[in-house]
């Protein structure tokens, strides 16, 4: 441990010298050996012991991550080289490779200024690597390209020293040809990966050796060499990686090729902050200015047992204190930052003050999220929102398994929520339960696992669900609903409700809060009668009631029953006990009892329940479902499997445009048939797709399929199975 506080001294020593300082990030497809490559650099600068690089998997440091075996969160570390007889800082981030874990790779982006893009030698560019690829340019961040795992090209796919050189010379002629169709100008600009120039290395992480052009120039170790070195053995191989160490090769071309805070700060801020460059502000951000106003993007939150939530995140100007009193972009009172510090791995290590240009550790910002700016400067305007590559697509329905762990779920799902912006948590008021949306089935099961580990709440989990919503297509009625004492009679037709009515409500322009002669006025003019009009009782959702009998004595003082009996349909409606929606329903008629005692609400809520549900099952009774639209973003040569993919579902395609070499393909189709989406999609396009949905509004579901849906909801509600009958509503 000694060793690491005197690493802290010399970090804390260099973060005031900007010109000094690295922030870099490593991406990469998953499995393609970031995390491996991590550990080497640690060891590098001692603070691993050389036999444990490329085993410990030191930045993977949750124990689920190192049972799968992959990355989910980024991890951080701060870390010292030395270069040409002088100390850098270099900030290091590891990402996950796992496409349900983007929104990690894409937060990271924020934090740096460069990436080393790693790439599996066999393999060579995957889909993910695209995705970052094109992340870390969109975040005007520099990409250096590391080869990975040249040994088994050696090894395994016995290639000879010429063919090797070959392979490895067309990766970086794909990786070049990324760029240049991502964004041309970087590209012009001198943000291409070159081999003679330095700006890319090859080597194997598992082996701890790499070599890039500047470092055979420094040892005078030629590619022939590395050849026979692989090939005689595992004693040379270590003699190789003594010669040609990859923390070395690596660190130097960070060091040499990547920006630091005072080069990259101006472009970033441009990229990533719309305020006025000008201003004090916006000045003192380009500059790095550790006297400024602090100006800090929060792009990680973690739980910490200890401290509490713990905002990670770069700071672009002033200086990170503890005690200092902040604003939070969209909270309403100031945060006092309780303490700063620096990553190392697992570890959290506080330091006395962070100057800008660093990527910071703070506690105490209860108020901060994901994309928060957290500024000195009441009113600063905030940095741009991190805009993540896909939405949340599934849904599943949470529950605690003790009722005794019920608020304690409550806030672990809000924790959770804060923790990772790419879940969406809400309370679902039809059911009662929590329903957690995510990027995909891993992310879900990930979510709901660590729930029950860290947070230790036993939950419950429903396979994914889709809510459908029930309407009717004819008219019918009057229908009879008798009392169970048949003293009281009520009569009513149903129809649709007129699209113009529902748009009203759905903007909020038509309630039952208005005054009435407003409200009758601008139905009328939406094409309603102005009997209808006068007579509307009860607006519930996207449905209606609408009184248009005259004189009947008693009504006005059971009335409030007989909407109760309505709503409760609208809430379950008969063929399957979903939301109703656009169902519009007239009372044209009543026989009520004259004594009070005889028309109770054990008597009409029934009967004005029942004979709506029988109106509906005679108006051809039918449900909607839910849609999406969905949009795919895919290379020209892998659209024909997105396409047969969308078309297999169930869906439409609406339109298709191109971007470079991209294919946009916009649909739509139906919420349940998007299950598994992700997994077929990947295959279909050999994974190239990125894809993102939003939601579509609601559509009939196809006669054919009706009973068969019907049938599945009703035995899940434990209703009988068969589908009902008007007259199972009438027999009372």
């Not at 709901?448 to 419950?460: L, M, P, Q, S």
């Not at 054919?704 to 589908?723: F, H, P, Q």
């Amino acid at each position: 441990m000694a060793r690491n506080d005197k690493m802290v001294d010399r970090v804390a020593a260099l973060m005031g010298e900007p010109k000094m300082i690295r922030n870099i990030g490593i991406v990469a497809h998953i499995d393609h050996g970031k995390t491996t490559l991590s550990d080497n650099l640690l060891a590098g600068a001692g603070m691993l012991s050389k036999e444990l690089a490329g085993n410990a998997c030191w930045t993977d440091s949750d124990a689920e991550e190192q049972e799968r075996g992959i990355t989910i969160d980024s991890a951080n570390v701060s870390m010292v080289h030395e270069y040409d007889g002088e100390e850098y800082l270099i900030n290091l981030i590891d990402t996950p490779g796992h496409v349900d874990f983007g929104g990690d790779v894409t937060r990271a982006m924020r934090a740096v200024d460069g990436a080393v893009v790693v790439i599996d030698a066999v393999e060579g560019t995957m889909p993910q690597t695209e995705t970052v690829l094109r992340q870390a340019l969109k975040e005007h961040v520099k990409p250096v390209l590391f080869i990975n795992k040249v040994d088994r090209l050696i090894n395994e796919l016995q290639v000879d020293g010429q063919e090797m050189q070959i392979r490895l010379g067309k990766l970086i002629d794909h990786v070049n040809k990324l760029i240049k169709g991502m964004n041309e100008e970087r590209y012009k600009a001198g943000w291409k990966v070159d081999a003679a120039e330095g700006t890319v290395a090859f080597g194997s992480a598992l082996y701890n050796w790499a070599i890039s052009v500047p470092m055979m120039q420094k040892t005078g170790v030629s590619f022939q060499q590395i050849y026979d070195y692989n090939k005689a053995g595992p004693e040379e191989i270590k003699e190789l990686a003594d010669k040609c160490p990859l923390h070395e090769v690596l660190n130097d071309m960070v060091i040499r090729f990547l920006p630091s805070p005072l080069v990259a700060q101006e472009g970033r801020v441009n990229a990533i902050w719309h305020g006025d460059k000008e201003s004090n502000i916006g000045k003192s951000m380009i500059n790095a200015d550790p006297e400024g106003e602090l100006a800090f993007m929060v792009t990680d939150i973690t739980m910490d047992p200890h401290a509490g939530e713990v905002a990670t995140g770069r700071l672009f100007s002033g200086s990170l204190k503890r005690g200092m009193e902040v604003y939070v972009s969209g909270a309403s009172k100031t945060n006092r930052i309780q303490q700063v510090g620096v990553f190392m791995g697992p570890k959290r290590l506080e330091v006395e003050n962070i100057p800008a240009g660093n990527i910071a550790a703070v506690t105490g910002l209860k108020d901060a999220i994901v994309g928060s700016t957290v500024t000195t400067l009441d009113g600063m305007m905030p940095f741009e929102s991190i805009t993540h590559a896909s939405e949340p697509v599934v849904t599943v329905a949470v529950e605690a398994k003790h009722m005794k762990d019920l608020p304690k779920l409550v806030e672990v799902l809000r924790q959770v929520a804060k923790e990772d912006p790419t879940l969406k948590i809400t309370l679902d008021e039809e059911t009662g339960e929590h329903l957690m949306a995510g990027m995909g089935e891993l992310h879900l099961e990930v979510i709901a696992h660590r729930i029950e580990r860290d947070k230790g709440v036993e939950i419950t989990t429903t396979p994914p669900l889709v809510v459908y919503r029930e309407t009717i297509r004819g008219s019918a009625g009057p229908v009879e609903g008798k009392s169970p004492n048949r003293h009281n009679r009520f009569y009513v037709t149903v129809e649709p409700l007129a699209q113009e009515v529902r748009d009203l409500i759905k903007a909020g322009e038509i309630s039952m809060r208005m005054p009435e002669v407003e409200r009758r006025e601008k139905l009328m003019a939406a094409g309603m009668t102005k009997d209808e009009a006068k007579g509307i009782a009860d607006i519930f959702e996207s449905n209606v009631y609408i009184d248009v009998t005259k004189g009947i004595q008693h009504l006005n003082e059971t009335m409030e029953l007989i909407l109760e009996g309505f709503q409760e349909v609208m809430k379950a409606g008969p063929l399957s006990r979903e939301p109703c929606m656009g169902v519009k329903v007239k009372l044209v008629d009543a026989k009520l009892h004259e004594d009070a005692v005889h028309r109770g609400p054990a008597q009409v809520i029934p009967a004005s329940r029942q004979g709506i549900q029988a109106a509906m099952l005679m108006a051809d009774d039918t449900l909607l479902e839910p849609y999406q639209k969905v949009f795919i973003q895919v290379p020209q040569d892998s659209m024909g499997g997105a396409t047969k993919e969308i078309q297999g579902r169930r869906g439409t395609i609406i339109d298709m445009g191109s971007e470079g070499d991209m294919t946009i393909i916009e649909s739509r189709a139906p919420v349940s048939e998007l299950f598994g989406f992700a997994g077929d999609i990947r295959s279909a396009t050999e994974g190239r797709a990125m894809w993102s949905t939003e939601f579509a509004g609601f559509d009939t579901l196809p006669t054919n399929l009706t009973a068969e849906v019907v049938s599945g909801i009703r035995e899940r509600k434990g209703l009988k199975k068969d589908l009902p009958q008007a007259s199972d509503y009438m027999s009372m």
